[in-house]
């Protein structure tokens, strides 16, 4: 176990997309370790999107690779996986939470089925015991139990981004990916969210790949961080260091931007 | 063709309407589905001279499989004579003049709509099932390109899904008709507006199983003798409709698939069997119910 943490769960080598002519994202190196959350962070148009969907295989990018290392030891080219291996990862070893909740639950089955989703899939087959892991699981969401029956359409959106995360977890995966978890949510919803996904990881040894345009976020969650320009990887460190003391003129200016904003 | 045939009057039709071509093209979308039980084959459906919701996929299969000597016979939920089941009987009559029959027993082909006769089916008889909606995950996800995929990678989490909010919100698996199936331990399949009551009569039924969707323009099948499993939960398992103490009026049959006939407006009621020549071939063995009109005349 403990050589398990000294090396990485996710190897990303000379990773490079291209939309035909149009750069995606370049070049992109580094490794994710367990337990550890990265936070990618850019404008729209950085090429942090890309890049988020290029590892989490939905698209198979131009160049490069991406090694990730199994539960049994194994360290596998995402790439080269069948089509079918790579959405068995999705569904169990890997979450996916989605900015927008419509994207990412179904609206208009009950939160239940929603969280007890992954588990038919994987063939749990005793309706007891599905109903029984999801009232767990909403439990420690923060979502009353009694709202099991209820569509999340029904639900705020804090609620729903909370859903969605108990919908990812409720297989244990070892690697979430998360999408402006926060965007468009209020401040004091987005501030509840954000000390729950604290708490999981720290509690389920969660490693974490998230992308946001919010360095606020991205310093109250990551360990490191990845500012990403025009395609490319422009800086990358240690959260605290790269936030306090920003090498490149552009992450200065985001810094720089976001303490105006919060002054 | 020869001379003979050619000075003859031409016929209005080709046999069974189906041009000889059109025809060729189905059997190979029959073939296909027979090759891979429980998948649903895409083919170039044609337009009929009948509305769909009439079972234009249904009649184009049957168009297709049959031969000179087949004997037909339609049904509609259980029964030969409603409009759906006479006006396709007719359009067969007209078109290609096989036989016709309403005893399932001497039909060869048998095109329905929902039932199963209750009569088993042997090795050289066909159903050919009128089908609206062939994609058993379509309610959930409704996105096409999904559906296949998750057919081609078997992945049907889906379907329980839709199992476990019948039962959150029954208390019971609720679903009656249309009610998935699993084939061959490999397709999730839809078995069409058919009462989940026949669908153990589909497991390992001695007969071809072919099923035409014309709007969809999908057909697919279930070879003689081919696995079918209900889906359900170990804690929910996979029950048919029961109708405990009751026996058919007409012909005292029991554990058939009843239809509730109301009688007079103080709300007395009858059970008969739903299938229409099962009860008349009973009640022409001398089995009787209690509401026969011989029946009566034999207690007295
Ligand atoms: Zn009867």
Redesign the pocket.
């Known amino acids: 176990m403990s050589l398990d943490q000294d090396l990485p769960l996710l190897s990303v080598k000379n990773l490079s997309h291209f939309y035909g002519q149009h750069l995606g994202c370049k070049d992109v190196n580094f490794d994710l370790y367990p337990g550890e959350v990265l936070a990618i962070v850019g404008e729209s148009g950085s090429g942090k999107t890309t890049l988020l969907n290029c590892l989490s295989t939905q698209i198979i990018p131009t160049d490069g690779a991406v090694y990730y290392r199994g539960r049994k030891g194994q360290s596998d080219n995402l790439y080269e996986m069948s089509e079918a291996q790579q959405r068995i990862l999705l569904r169990t070893d890997w979450g996916f939470v989605r900015q927008h909740p419509r994207d990412g639950l179904r609206m208009n089955v009950s939160a239940g089925a929603n969280v007890g989703e992954r588990l038919m899939a994987l063939g749990d087959r005793h309706y007891g015991k599905i109903r029984d892991t999801a009232l767990d699981w909403l439990e420690k969401v923060e979502i009353q139990v009694d709202r099991i029956d209820d569509a999340p359409r029904t639900f705020s959106g804090g609620m729903q981004q909370r859903l969605q995360i108990a919908r990812n977890l409720v297989t244990n995966p070892r690697l979430v990916f998360m999408d402006e978890p926060t965007g468009g949510l209020d401040v004091s919803v987005q501030a509840r969210l954000l000390d729950l996904i604290r708490r999981l990881v720290a509690e389920l040894g969660l490693s974490i790949i998230i992308v946001t345009h919010d360095l606020a976020v991205a310093r109250l969650l990551s360990d490191r961080i990845m500012v990403m320009k025009d395609g490319k990887v422009i800086e990358q460190g240690l959260t605290d260091q790269v936030l306090d003391d920003p090498h490149q003129a552009y992450t200065q200016l985001l810094v720089s931007s976001i303490l105006h904003v919060g002054s | 063709m020869s001379l003979d045939q050619l000075t003859n009057e031409a016929p209005a039709y080709n046999f069974a309407y189906l041009d000889e071509q059109t025809k060729r093209m189905i059997r190979r979308a029959i073939l296909k589905g027979i090759a891979v039980p429980g998948y649903q084959v895409p083919f170039a459906a044609r337009e009929m001279p009948m509305p769909y919701g009439w079972g234009t996929g249904g009649v184009q299969v049957t168009a297709s499989v049959l031969g000179e000597s087949d004997i037909l016979k339609v049904i509609d939920q259980g029964a030969d004579d409603t409009t759906n089941a006479v006006s396709i009987r007719n359009f067969f009559a007209k078109t290609a003049n096989v036989e016709l029959t309403t005893h399932t027993s001497e039909a060869t082909v048998i095109q329905t709509r929902h039932r199963i006769p209750e009569e088993e089916l042997q090795e050289h008889q066909t159903l050919v099932y009128q089908v609206p909606i062939p994609e058993p995950l379509r309610f959930l996800e409704p996105r096409e390109t999904e559906t296949r995929k998750m057919h081609a990678l078997s992945e049907y989490g889906l379907i329980h899904v839709k199992l476990y909010e019948d039962i959150a919100t029954h208390g019971h698996i609720a679903t009656t008709y249309a009610y998935p199936v699993m084939v061959e331990g490999r397709y999730v399949m839809d078995p069409s507006p058919t009462p989940k009551f026949d669908n153990p009569k589909m497991h390992k039924s001695k007969a071809l199983q072919l099923f035409g969707a014309g709007r969809e323009k999908r057909i697919y099948a279930l070879p003689p003798h081919t696995d079918v499993v209900s889906l359900d939960f170990e804690d929910h398992p996979f029950t048919i409709q029961e109708w405990p103490d009751t026996q058919?009026a007409?012909?005292g049959?029991e554990g058939v698939y009843f239809d509730e006939v109301i009688l007079d407006d103080a709300g007395n009621n009858m059970f008969?069997?739903s299938d229409s020549d099962?009860?008349e071939t009973?009640q022409s063995e001398g089995h009787l119910?209690p509401l026969n009109a011989d029946y009566k005349e034999r207690m007295q």
């Open positions: 058919c007409m012909c049959a008969v069997c099962y009860c009973r119910g």
